[in-house]
């Protein structure tokens, strides 16, 4: 699959009369201006990071396509219904405002990595999350991106509701502190590993890709069940429904 990248600061013009099609990726990078007076024709990924988009002619889009940009780049002549907004973050304090979906967009995708300040490769340690932490129906948080062995602590009390959808990417980790609690409502796929001493309860869909340490997820039980699962979490568990214990 090919990829042409426009770079941080050149720029790109189509001119009227003149077409460009995308197969493969597409990508307009900080400080860069793409003009389309002409004709573009989506049938790839077309990613506008920091840079600007501005169509002024016709836009197409197949089957397969996908648009995506961040929070600071623009697009212009393309309904913001069919663009996925996404975003990086480095800690827990942006996280909450990050996850927030973003209005009249296809999607919200977050981009959630420990910080490299030196750019060294190695991270500068775990984030912890300290408060609950919901990700709403239609954002996406990815924990893990560009950097590899991130690692995402829940701390005692804390729990991470999953109503949209949760991926951990290859190399990372979750790990679920005694009293931490994952409840998958949605989409959670699992590329990484997960290192469990708290709770997972499983409502949701799971794609297991990576591995589990420790309490393997549980579905909702009936009442007879309750005491193994108390005991299998840590003493943690999340009741979904009512239950009747006599």
């Known amino acids: 699959r090919a990829t042409l990248g426009v770079a941080n600061g050149a720029g790109l013009t189509v001119e009227q009369g003149a077409g460009m099609i995308v197969n493969g990726d597409f990508a307009v990078g900080g400080g860069t201006v793409c003009t389309v007076a002409g004709t ?4 790839g990924k077309i990613d506008v990071n920091y840079g600007t988009l501005d169509i002024t002619g016709t836009y197409t889009a197949g089957e397969t396509a996908s648009v995506k940009k961040d929070t600071v780049g623009t697009i212009n002549g393309i309904d913001t219904g069919s663009i996925i907004l996404y975003s990086y973050v480095y800690d ?4 909450a405002e990050a996850l927030v979906p973003a209005e009249g967009y296809a999607s919200t995708h977050v981009y959630l990595m420990c910080p490299d300040s030196d750019y060294d490769g190695t991270v500068d340690g775990p984030i912890v999350f300290t408060q609950n932490v919901t990700v709403p129906e239609g954002v996406e948080l990815y924990l893990g991106y560009f950097v590899q062995n991130d690692v995402f602590v829940l701390g005692d009390g804390v729990t991470l509701t999953v109503n949209g959808e949760l991926l951990i990417m290859s190399g990372a980790t979750l790990g679920i ?3 931490g609690t994952v409840v998958n409502n949605g989409y959670t796929c699992n590329f ?14 799971l794609q297991q890709s990576g591995t589990v340490m420790g309490c393997e997820p549980v579905e909702a039980m009936a009442a007879e069940d309750l005491l193994a699962a108390l005991e299998s979490c840590g003493g943690q568990y999340v009741l979904t429904e009512a239950v009747g214990i006599s």
């Open 40 to 43: 573009l024709e989506n049938n």
């Open 92 to 95: 827990e304090a942006t996280l």
């Open 177 to 179: 502190n005694w009293g």
């Open 192 to 205: 990484g590993t997960i290192r469990s001493d708290g709770c997972f309860v499983q409502n949701g869909q």
